[in-house]
């Protein structure tokens, strides 16, 4: 059995292959190796129900997460489902090399993620370019869900906001500058903290400040990300996360302001990956 897993900073989906059966699908928390650690891993994990039964029948699992760009943060991970899957293979890459694969396949082309965080790569259909991109949400992460986070917050602790608008983001949200000071800077997870307000600019999404905050988020994350790639526009740049796929028409177009070829635009890219890795294994067994 083969166990696929697209992991972000703040869920985590799943997909295991179960014979005569339809794939077996769940979510948990994200999984981020910056943010937690082997033992925060195997305790998320040993918490859900739905793979308990198949512990001992799973020989492959392919993990692409946020936060596995280096060889320390892999392990990591790498430990904690070894511990989990004691007789299975396992696979720790990068969440970005995952949606590669979800998204361009074999072919060439870039890859963007937008979810908690941002990044992108070029993938020449084979293997992901080296990513200087990215950074975190204090460094970067441009137009990702942390960062409109961000924006949404200073713009009313800052009394920046419009009035309408700040009236019922206060209603919702009841804030002080002392909680959210308690949760960016004394909290885990406050990555995942700030970009729990995507959910107020989807709800307000046709108010002028949020319109033009979304344009505006977007255009940085293209001249930041996507345009510092030379002849960005000779391949498609497929994007993968719940702020491009929620935000979509925003996005596509500020790609189409500069010239960026949008192809693929996926909330989650678990069914594709995992179709991607079932295929490719059922590929290497006939060699």
């Known amino acids: 059995m083969i166990l696929v897993a697209d992991s972000g900073s703040s869920s985590s989906d799943w997909m295991l292959n179960v014979p005569d059966s339809k794939p077996l699908q769940f979510r948990t928390k994200g999984l981020n190796p910056f943010f937690m650690s082997e033992k925060d891993i195997e305790k998320v994990m040993k918490e859900v129900p739905e ?4 512990i001992d029948e799973i020989r ?8 596995c760009v280096t060889p320390d943060r892999r392990e990591i991970v790498s430990n904690a489902l070894t511990n989990l899957f004691p007789h299975a293979f396992i696979s720790v890459e990068s969440d970005l090399l995952g949606s590669a694969y979800a998204t361009c396949g074999h072919k060439k082309g870039y890859v963007s993620t937008i979810g908690t965080g941002s990044d992108i790569s070029f993938f020449d259909g084979e293997n992901l370019s080296p990513s200087h991109n ?9 137009g990702s869900g942390s960062w409109f986070g961000k924006q949404l917050i200073t713009s009313y602790l800052y009394e920046k906001m419009p009035r309408d ?3 019922t983001f206060g209603e919702k949200y009841r804030l002080t500058k002392d909680i959210v000071i308690k949760n960016v ?13 995507a959910e107020f600019m989807s709800e307000n999404r046709l108010h002028p400040f949020i319109d033009n905050l ?3 988020g977007f255009d940085e994350y293209a001249r930041t990300n996507v345009m510092s790639y030379p002849n960005y526009w000779e391949y498609e740049c497929n994007f993968v996360g719940r ?3 929620h935000f979509d028409m925003h996005l596509r177009e500020v790609c189409e302001l500069h010239g960026v070829r949008v192809g693929k635009i996926l909330k989650s890219p678990i069914e594709e990956l995992y179709e991607f890795v079932i295929q490719r294994e059922m590929n290497y067994q006939q060699i």
């Open 51 to 54: 793979i308990i039964p198949y």
């Open 134 to 142: 990215g950074n975190g949400y204090v460094l970067g992460d441009e």
């Open 60 to 67: 492959e699992v392919y993990f692409f997460g946020a936060g």
């Open 165 to 167: 608008l700040a009236k």
């Open 214 to 216: 979304l344009r505006n």
């Open 243 to 245: 702020i491009a796929y």
């Open 185 to 197: 800077y004394q909290k885990e997870r406050a990555n995942s903290y700030l970009a729990s307000f």
